[in-house]
Nanobody, 125 residues
Framework: QVQLVESGGGLVQAGGSLRLSCAASGRTFTFTFYAMGWFRQAPGKGREFVAA????????SYADSVKGRFTISRDNTKNTVYLQMDSLKPEDTAVYLCAADRNRPRIVGGEADYWGQGTQVTVSS
């Protein structure tokens, strides 16, 4: 019913930048009803909250580990959420997952109704 498809991952050197995209679609899915977020999961580790944005972009949340380096945004005309990642570090290496939920605080707390498959980000030193 709801599909979240991430793109933009890849291999980048430390200090470099990447922009991830997540395109949302579904027969009964109304993009503006949903807050969106990004999570990441490194090998052998659990899912970690990265960033979240409310329906109109007026409320943002970031994990301390990425604050000042990553920026979340959304384009409601394209049903797409973005994660701009600057000053990347090797410890940012992970599979990055897109998520959607009706309430931004739930995403900040690690929960979401819908999840994408993820896109790999690898940062070399």
């Amino acid at each position: 019913q709801v599909q979240l498809v991430e793109s933009g991952g890849g291999l980048v050197q430390a200090g470099g930048s990447l922009r991830l995209s997540c395109a949302a679609s579904g027969r009964t899915f109304t993009f503006t009803f949903y807050a969106m977020g990004w999570f990441r999961q490194a090998p052998g580790k659990g899912r970690e909250f990265v960033a979240a944005i409310n329906w109109n972009g007026g409320s943002l949340s970031y994990a301390d580990s990425v604050k000042g380096r990553f920026t979340i945004s959304r384009d409601n005309t394209k049903n797409t959420v973005y994660l701009q990642m600057d000053s990347l570090k090797p410890e940012d290496t992970a599979v990055y997952l897109c998520a959607a939920d009706r309430n931004r605080p739930r995403i900040v707390g690690g929960e979401a109704d819908y999840w994408g498959q993820g896109t790999q980000v690898t940062v070399s030193s």
